[in-house]
């Protein structure tokens, strides 16, 4: 599984995205898995997520059902 790198990151930004290609199929695991027991969803598995900086949240990313974009 890869991690797209979008917008323009900072320099560390590589590490956190190596570290996160690394551990994507547990963390997955683990979303789906509180999916699961603490929502009682079922039936689905996540596909994929997008992660952002905290910084960029409350001003810089807009969501919506198909993706994630920084402006």
Do not use: W
């Not at 990151?9 to 683990?30: H, K, T």
């Amino acid at each position: 599984m890869s991690v797209e790198t979008v917008g323009s990151p900072p320099p560390e930004a590589d590490q956190v995205r190596s570290v996160l290609q690394e551990q994507l199929p547990e963390i997955i695991a683990s979303f789906n898995q509180v999916l699961r027991d603490q929502y009682g969803i079922a039936g689905v598995s996540v596909g994929g997520f997008t992660v952002v900086p905290e910084s960029a949240v409350a001003s810089k990313v807009t969501c919506d059902q198909d993706g994630c974009s920084i402006d």
